[in-house]
């Protein structure tokens, strides 16, 4: 063994035998978030930075506005392939009397509808998860991906978002968490950006106050 490699492990060994305090740290562990919460509500922040990624957000009054804006928007884009697994969103279209008929092709559909599992405001993301009824592939699979959360599942940063989905699941914790920041994008080719590579080309976000 050569001489240098030796004294190497020599110094990793007395390392581990005596511990040296990391410099410019303090000895105790502390809960304190790097990112502070801003002044701005929970909705503001969020809407201001899902928009910068590309998102398109929508803030809805109630469940009749959301319906409202919905058959304008279907409408002004002519989709009618509407694809959408979870029965709550549904039954609320059908509540406010939403006129979609539900498209069974994932693969050759217009547009897929889910719901989420938190919104993070700092970082202007979705978190959605296995748990949901739409599972792995729908978020990602469409062209199109809308969104429908509420504003009690507004959360300020990632490490919330997933402390709340720990109490939520607790030990059936999904094998599954994502976070959906806008549409898909590379920019892997001469670092040039392109939108919509791997995955929805738009992302909309309906809002909604509760």
């Not at 030796?6 to 990112?35: C, E, M, R, Y």
């Not at 709550?88 to 547009?111: G, Q, R, W």
């Not at 806008?182 to 001469?190: L, N, Q, V, Y």
Request: proline share 4%.
């Amino acid at each position: 063994m050569s001489a240098a490699k030796s004294n190497i492990l020599k110094k990793i060994k007395q390392a581990l035998v005596h511990k040296v305090p990391v410099p410019f740290f303090d000895n105790q562990a502390t809960n304190n978030n790097v990112f502070q919460p801003s002044k701005q509500e929970l909705e503001i922040a969020f809407a201001a930075n899902f928009s910068g990624l590309q998102g398109r957000f929508s803030y809805c009054a109630d469940q009749a506005e959301l319906v409202a804006q919905l058959s304008i928007l279907f409408e002004s884009r002519g989709w009618e392939n509407i694809y959408c697994r979870e029965e709550e969103i549904k039954a609320n279209f059908s509540k406010h009397h939403l006129p979609i008929t539900y498209f069974n092709d994932l693969s050759h559909c217009d547009v897929a509808i889910t719901g989420c599992e938190f919104l993070v405001a700092r970082t202007g993301s979705i978190l959605l998860s296995s748990a949901q009824q739409s599972g792995r592939t729908v978020s990602v699979y469409a062209p199109v991906h809308i969104c429908i959360a509420s504003t009690k599942q507004l959360v300020y940063d990632i490490d919330d978002s997933l402390m709340q989905l720990r109490d939520k699941y607790n030990t059936a914790f999904p094998s599954m968490v994502s976070l959906a920041s806008g549409p898909s994008r590379t920019a892997d080719i001469e670092k040039t950006l392109v939108v919509g590579v791997h995955g929805p080309k738009e992302v909309f976000c309906f809002l909604i106050d509760e």
